[in-house]
């Protein structure tokens, strides 16, 4: 059964640092790129950052670029997301995703929800001000 599974969410003061882990299984993690999207309170889902399978080419959104850094680990299936000089507005369900096609036919990496298809359960994160 494919499935990725988020964790490391809290609470931080704003300025402070939280690191996001995404556990998959090899079958899913392999040959695939991956993204963090987020979901505040009466807002949309929106895209944080994305990486690809092979050369770990990323791409973020302009609201995280320079504080937020996406990286992965082949070897153990894990994907991360280093949060840096959070802010209020950082305030939201995080959640891992998994990409639809595999990385060969689509090797970009992606901000669109709809290239995604698993997604996991989320993981809180709340910054105080």
């Known amino acids: 059964q494919e499935q990725v599974v988020e964790s490391g969410g809290g609470l931080v003061q704003a300025g402070g640092s939280l690191r996001l882990s995404c556990v998959a299984s090899?079958?899913?993690?392999?040959?695939?790129?991956m993204g963090w999207f987020r979901q505040a309170p009466g807002k949309e889902r929106e895209f944080v950052a994305a990486i690809s399978w092979s050369f770990g080419e990323t791409l973020y959104s302009d609201s995280v670029k320079g504080r937020f850094t996406i990286t992965r680990d082949n070897a153990n299936n894990t994907l991360y997301l280093e949060m840096n000089s959070l802010k209020p507005e950082d305030t939201a369900v995080y959640y891992c995703a998994r990409t639809r096609d595999f990385a060969y036919t689509n090797p970009r990496p992606s901000s669109l929800a709809q290239s995604y298809r698993t997604w996991g359960q989320g993981t809180q994160v709340t910054v105080s001000s």
């Open positions: 090899r079958r899913t993690f392999d040959n695939y790129n």
